[in-house]
């Protein structure tokens, strides 16, 4: 197997990408085949939770393995640290695009102004960012989901499984990607059932106060809602997630999960039967798709945007109980075709 790819791999040891990455976050390298040793591939950098977040970080880490084992190169997953500036996310960037790893994909908007730095120093790199539309350069492929289409379709669901007529919104954090979601949902909702009230919640202002990354948080606000009668609580908000889910465990109500299939993450597998469904957008998928870009030689760039029609969002069946209800399976398919067809227009904000 022979890598296309725009740049020249100097085989540098492992050791030294750790070494020149120990100020700015763990690193996690794996080789694949031995005919292919030396040629480095896909490398991600983690948003904040980080890797086994069972959400956003964990389905992107999905793709980079995806891409291991297809292309048989060497890969490489680092972590965020806490209270890091946008110029230690740029050296992480930067030192993984110099050990000769592409592409190189920031995962989360937080990484917007350093890959933007981090591609103007090295043009012959293909970087990719998760869940930005800001960066436009000849090297970087934004890659973007109409996340507010799958949460009108939870929506739709919660609509029609609430027997309290309230549900829930818990957003990580309050920014206009997270509105994205609530606007969805809250538009599925009404548009299912005008009678149902949602309550919505944001966890923090700003990232760095922990709003994707504190599952305490999460079950705190959950727990508020359920007090105030909402019987399904969906939550946008990372590995805050994991309380919402918890909370709704615990009382015996519905959770919406995010991102990945949450029904099926080992880590939440005893709250499982409490998952009602989960909004998945597919980012293994598009992380994958522009490691395939490059090995294929002709590296995507600009806004590579997945929604429903493309199949990169979606609601997760994996729950009998969810997907074995007919009333409610044809309600969501109803919706899907509408949005599809361009009938209903989806808000995002």
């Known amino acids: ?109 937080a990484y917007a102004a350093a890959l933007k730095g981090a591609a103007e120093k090295y043009p012959d790199t293909t970087f990719g960012i998760v869940d930005d539309a800001t960066i436009e350069a000849d090297n970087v492929a934004d890659l973007v989901f109409s996340e507010e289409e799958a949460s009108y379709l939870a929506g739709v669901a919660a609509a029609k499984a609430t027997k309290t007529k309230t549900v829930g919104f818990v957003g990580g954090v309050d920014i206009p990607l997270i509105h994205k979601f609530e606007a969805g949902y809250k538009q599925g909702v009404k548009d299912t059932d005008p009678k149902v009230k949602v309550i919505p919640q944001y966890l923090t202002q700003t990232a760095e106060e922990g709003g994707f990354s504190s599952p305490d948080k999460g079950k705190s ?40 299939d949450q029904y099926k993450q080992e880590a939440l597998a005893k709250y499982k039967d409490s998952i009602l469904t989960s909004a998945m957008k597919d980012v293994a998928k598009a992380v994958f798709n522009l490691a395939k870009s490059v090995e294929d030689g002709k590296p995507a760039t600009g806004i590579v945007k997945g929604d429903l029609k493309t199949g990169e969002v979606s609601l997760s069946n994996s729950n009998p109980k969810f997907a074995d209800d007919a009333e409610l399976q044809e309600a969501i398919e109803t919706a899907k075709e509408k949005i599809i067809s361009g009938e209903i227009k989806v808000k995002s904000s």
């Open 1 to 109: 197997m022979r890598r296309i790819s725009r740049i020249t791999v100097a085989g540098a040891a492992t050791a030294s990408l750790a070494l020149a990455l120990s100020a700015c976050g763990g690193t996690s390298t794996s080789s694949g085949s031995s005919e292919s040793k030396g040629d480095k591939g896909l490398a991600i950098a983690y948003d904040v939770g980080g890797k086994g977040d069972q959400s956003f970080n964990d389905a992107a880490y999905a793709g980079l393995e995806r891409a291991k084992k297809q292309f048989g190169y060497e890969t490489a997953d680092v972590e965020p640290t806490d209270g890091e500036t946008d110029a230690d996310k740029e050296q992480r960037l930067v030192s993984l695009a110099k050990q000769g790893y592409n592409p190189v994909v920031g995962v989360g908007y």
């Open 221 to 260: 606000a959950a727990e508020g809602q359920i007090e105030k009668k909402a019987d399904v609580v969906y939550a946008a908000a990372g590995l805050s997630g994991q309380g919402v889910i918890e909370a709704a465990a615990a009382n015996k109500v519905w959770a919406i999960g995010v991102d990945s």
